[in-house]
């Protein structure tokens, strides 16, 4: 299972982006998606996260101004950021739990993503 995130850039205070991540591999099913980040020199902190009937949570800085979402149909959770600020300045990473089968039975994997560059400039 492998977890492909793009859409980070380079925006200007106030402005807008999306990120997407996208699931690929041998998938049984997702439990929980989510988006977490890093900022320079801080720790990595989680951001929100969706579960898959659509459940959302928050941190309490970015309620308001980001909204994450799911296309199950596609295994794929995005970010959309709105009103953006210097604060979001971080490599942002996906995760998701991942539903695999073996001969045992199924069992869940946590996954992450590669990290995606985003920068809020003023």
């Known amino acids: 299972v492998q977890l492909q995130a793009s859409g980070g850039g380079l925006v200007k205070a106030g402005g807008s982006l999306r990120l997407s991540c996208a699931a690929s591999g041998s998938i049984f099913s997702i439990n929980a998606m989510a988006w977490y980040r890093q900022a320079p020199g801080k720790q990595r902190e989680w951001v929100a996260d969706v579960t898959s009937d659509g459940t959302t949570n928050y941190v309490d800085s970015v309620k308001g101004r980001l909204t994450i979402s799911r296309d199950n149909a596609k295994n794929t959770v995005y970010l959309e950021m709105n009103n953006m600020n210097h604060k979001d300045t971080a490599v942002y990473y996906c995760?998701?739990?991942?539903?695999?089968?073996?001969?045992?039975?199924?069992?869940?994997?946590?996954?992450w993503g590669q990290g995606t560059q985003v920068t809020v400039s003023s």
């Open positions: 995760y998701a739990n991942v539903v695999v089968t073996s001969r045992e039975g199924p069992y869940d994997i946590d996954y």
